[in-house]
């Protein structure tokens, strides 16, 4: 089959799925029976030279090896000396191909008559710096925004949030993570007073049982999922348990399912530790030494945990989680007894209202067992987008945060990062800025007059998003992509064309706390420049170029690891000279001669742990991480007789977030997502034949699909997924959010469902 066939070489979509499930299915060396020639293209392709690199997409990272020809990226395949093992995923080898399609941006372009229309760069930037110097002379600093995300580099992110915050001084800087990991954040932060995973990939090697939770590990991060495979094939008696409302292609694989109600984890994990208490699985050594209680703003105790715990009894809360109380028990009985339980999340768990609980319950899991900071034995959220972790969290290009940890409202951290970017003191405003949702609100309400959109689609990836593309309208956007047109390039006053991937050089921070390099091996198409490029013009045009001194990848990086040197993410060993040489580093990497660090808090592995014992919570001032007394809550947005049906939503294999990559891809483009997954008893009730279109209608909107009868999700409940622009299901979410993460709950809301015709 030709590579550039429109059709995924003859499997649908389901086999090929099976296929995944079952074997390598992947970009490996070995072609799989029936399916051999998919990979053809990856050994076909005579190329002049090899380059190491990193994948675009997800957080996994996975190193790719790029060849190039005549100039032009010809081929790429999975780097064996990388932690993916030579393997990549469908989306990681349609990279090439996404390169050159036609959908790329190529020139500035300004809207003229309410027609966007070719202009020059100067034209488009004297423009854009105009219009945010009028903003904020007439209204101050926090009329304009920078709303970013996971997929810029870090010297992107990094340069982004100082010129905003230490130059404009405003902290209106959000981004797309707060809609995907959020919660992961203050999880973590709450938990261990620090962001990002204690463990590693490596930890999937040596766990015994793994337990997945709010994660469609096959179809959504599937060189994980090969990795725990393996395990599982390696050492069979290794236990996967899973807990997600849809039995999906994961489920097929696993030991123990639970296919709990969306919104009920709290009850769920509780119950879990009700069955540690009960079984005697504590481990008393971690609470006597390294834990604390906590409840809102009150210590506890372990007794009053203990006490709280009391009323989740398994029995008592099976129905409200939608499964037995037999599963729940089984659950918590392989978690605890293994040798080393590794959990896996991702938004599941953390797009909800109560995400930051769920996370720090998962990790409260680990805790009270002892199932923490082992080989194999660790809680590690996933991560969406390749850049989330190390460019967002660790920059602190949030609303509320500055680098390192360091938060906004915290006049101490202000100082210190004032004195870092020696700017005077009182620079940084002392007002946290607009999260996501209040940001596009302020948009609505006139608040924020200009709003930069970097690498980011919010016209379909915002929750409820028919009430915010109305303030998307309002304002003076300024949207830098890689791809026209999107549905926010539609509101967008000017559009200025991004480099891709080794169209420009940056470094990223996969899940696993790993910095890697991404080198700049090809010029972009058109005119199409850096994000970096596009900010220190911006910068010197707003009169902020002294501040922003460092201009290329390398001085910016620089800068930053110097800066990460006076906290503890300590990272100033990570030199450009080893991001060439090495498939990547995890921090806290202190000195050049500093190996990385696998696992964080343990003395003896973590430089930034000190002391003898087994553990030291460096974030916490007294050392000890918080287990928290959690309560589940009633879900907000209650199903009823007029809206009987939950809505859930997710991602497939072959897609990522809104398709303006994806969707460029020859082998990906038709692979259309636009069905309604309806158990066949509910399409029996209310009439509905597969592949009918049906309206899901929500409190908020209603959204046109094609029913696909399925016994994949559980009677009363639909799902969708999230990539498709002809399809904007966000129209029917909820933009309710956590009241810490403030990460919106996409994973629940009430629907009804019916054909198109009645
Ligand atoms: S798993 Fe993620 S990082 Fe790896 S190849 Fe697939 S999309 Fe790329």
Not at 166 to 195: E, H, Q, W
Not at 288 to 314: C, M, N, V, W
Not at 491 to 517: I, M, Q, S
Not at 707 to 723: E, Q
Request: hydrophobic share 35%.
């Amino acid at each position: 089959m030709p590579p550039d066939s429109d059709k995924p070489r003859g499997l649908t979509r389901r086999e090929l799925v099976r296929v995944l499930g079952t074997s390598v299915g992947l970009a490996c060396l070995t072609p799989l029976a029936g399916c051999g020639s998919f990979w053809e293209r990856q050994t076909a392709i005579p190329v002049d030279s090899w380059h190491k690199g990193v994948c675009r997409f997800c957080g996994t990272g996975c190193g790719v090896m790029i060849g190039l020809k005549d100039n032009k990226v010809a081929d790429v395949k999975g780097d064996d000396d990388a932690h993916n093992r030579g393997r990549l995923c469908i989306k990681g080898l349609a990279t090439r191909d996404i390169l050159y399609s036609e959908g790329r941006a190529l020139h500035p372009m300004i809207r003229k008559n309410g027609e966007l229309q070719p202009a020059s760069w100067d034209e488009a930037m004297t423009l854009v710096a105009r219009r945010f110097k009028d903003a904020i002379q007439a209204n101050g600093p926090d009329s304009v925004a920078f709303y970013g995300s996971g997929q810029l580099y870090t010297q992107e992110s990094y340069t982004a949030n100082k010129l905003f915050k230490a130059g404009i001084g405003t902290n209106n800087v959000d981004g797309n993570p707060r809609l995907c990991m959020a919660s992961a954040v203050t999880g973590y932060t709450t938990t261990f007073g620090k962001d990002e995973p204690a463990g590693c990939y490596e930890d999937i090697d040596h766990a015994e049982c793994f337990f997945i939770t709010g994660s469609n590990t096959l179809e959504c991060h599937p060189i994980i999922w090969e990795r725990v495979r393996d395990r599982k094939r390696s050492h069979p008696a290794t236990k996967i348990i899973l807990v997600d409302p849809r039995k999906t292609p994961t489920a097929r694989h696993v030991d123990l399912h639970l296919p709990i109600l969306p919104g009920t984890d709290v009850s769920l994990y509780n119950a879990m530790i009700h069955v540690f208490l009960e079984e005697n699985f504590i481990d008393a050594d971690m609470v006597e030494h390294y834990l604390s209680f906590q409840e809102g703003e009150q210590k506890r105790t372990f007794d009053d945990f203990t006490r709280h715990i009391a009323k989740y009894e398994p029995e008592t809360v099976a129905k409200t989680c939608g499964v037995t109380a037999q599963d729940i028990r089984e659950a918590a009985f392989l978690f605890a007894s293994s040798k080393a339980t590794l959990s896996l999340w991702t938004m599941g768990l953390n797009q909800q209202v109560q995400g930051t609980a769920s996370n720090r319950l998962v990790s409260a899991m680990h805790l009270l067992t002892g199932h923490f900071g082992r080989p194999g034995a660790t809680p590690f959220s996933l991560t969406g987008q390749p850049n989330a972790c190390g460019g967002v969290r660790d920059t602190g290009s949030l609303a509320h945060a500055l680098p390192n940890g360091r938060l906004v409202a915290n006049p101490k951290h202000r100082e210190e990062m004032e004195d870092l970017w020696n700017v005077p003191r009182g620079r940084i405003s002392p007002k946290p800025g607009h999260h996501t949702v209040a940001l596009f609100d302020a948009m609505n309400r006139g608040a924020v007059k200009c709003c930069l959109v970097m690498c980011t689609n919010p016209g379909q990836t915002l929750p409820n998003v028919t009430a915010y593309r109305e303030g998307m309208e309002k304002t003076f956007l300024v949207v830098v992509d890689t791809f026209y047109p999107t549905e926010t390039t539609k509101f967008a006053d000017v559009v200025l064309p991004a480099a891709l991937w080794v169209e420009k050089e940056g470094v990223t921070g996969n899940a696993e706390r790993r910095y890697h390099l991404y080198p700049k091996l090809v010029d972009p198409p058109g005119e199409a420049r850096s994000d970096l490029e596009i900010l220190v013009d911006l910068a010197t045009r707003l009169g902020y170029g002294d501040l922003i001194a460092a201009r290329t990848p390398r001085d910016v990086w620089d800068e930053w690891r110097k800066v990460s040197a006076h906290s503890q993410y300590n990272f100033e060993g990570i030199t450009y000279e080893r991001l060439q040489k090495e498939r990547g580093i995890l921090w806290p990497c202190p000195t050049e001669t500093h190996p990385g660090t696998k696992r964080r808090y343990v003395p003896g592995q973590d430089p930034m742990a000190s002391g003898t014992g087994r553990f030291d919570f460096y974030g916490k001032p007294d050392g000890r991480a918080v287990v928290w007394l959690d309560h589940q809550e009633e879900p907000l947005d209650l199903y009823s007789d007029e809206y009987p049906l939950i809505f859930n939503t997710g991602r497939i294999l072959e897609h990522w977030h809104t398709m303006t990559i994806t969707g460029q891809a020859p082998t990906l483009k038709d692979i259309h997502p636009d069905y309604l997954e309806i158990h066949p008893y509910d399409a029996h009730r209310l009439k509905i034949t597969d592949g009918d279109p049906v309206i899901v209608k929500s409190r908020r909107g209603e959204v046109e699909l094609r029913a696909r009868l399925s016994d994949i999700v559980r009677p009363g409940m639909v799902f969708a997924t999230m990539h498709s622009a002809r399809h904007l299901i966000n129209q029917s979410t909820h933009d309710a959010h956590d009241p810490f993460s403030k990460q919106p709950a996409f994973k629940r809301c009430a629907v009804s469902v019916r054909t198109k015709t009645v």
